[in-house]
């Protein structure tokens, strides 16, 4: 499966933006779909991951609340509500695939399948 992540942007802080992710060739029925995101000399970092199938959704600590990701069955797309932004979100956005156990659905090694990214620069 092939995936298109798009939505990125320049916003001021406070502001808005929403980033989707297409999958093209299969479903996301029966994998997990998560954002993670990596910022300038930073590591790759988890933000949010749902599970396709049952809704399970789990964020990280510094986006709860202000992010939210959700699904579009029909258009077999994720998305990620990002609302409240701070300088501190920009970032390259990466979606990506899989099938990790909980324990490991924060973890980047657990997904397999991933995007091209988008970014997100927040101004301040």
């Known amino acids: 499966v092939q995936l298109q992540a798009s939505g990125g942007g320049l916003v001021q802080a406070g502001g808005s933006l929403r980033l989707s992710c297409a999958a093209s060739g299969r479903s996301f029925s029966g994998y997990s779909v998560a954002w993670f995101r990596q910022a300038p000399g930073k590591e790759r970092e988890f933000v949010a991951v749902i599970r396709w199938s049952g809704g399970n959704i789990y964020y990280s600590d510094s986006v709860r609340g202000r992010f939210a990701i959700g699904k579009d069955n029909a258009k077999n797309t994720v998305y990620l509500q990002m609302n409240s932004l701070k300088p501190d979100d920009t970032a390259v956005y990466y979606c990506?695939?899989?099938?990790?156990?909980?324990?490991?659905?924060?973890?980047?090694?657990?997904?397999?399948?991933w995007g091209q990214g988008t970014l997100v620069t927040v101004s301040s």
């Open positions: 990506a695939t899989g099938r990790p156990i909980v324990s490991t659905m924060r973890m980047s090694s657990a997904y397999s399948n």
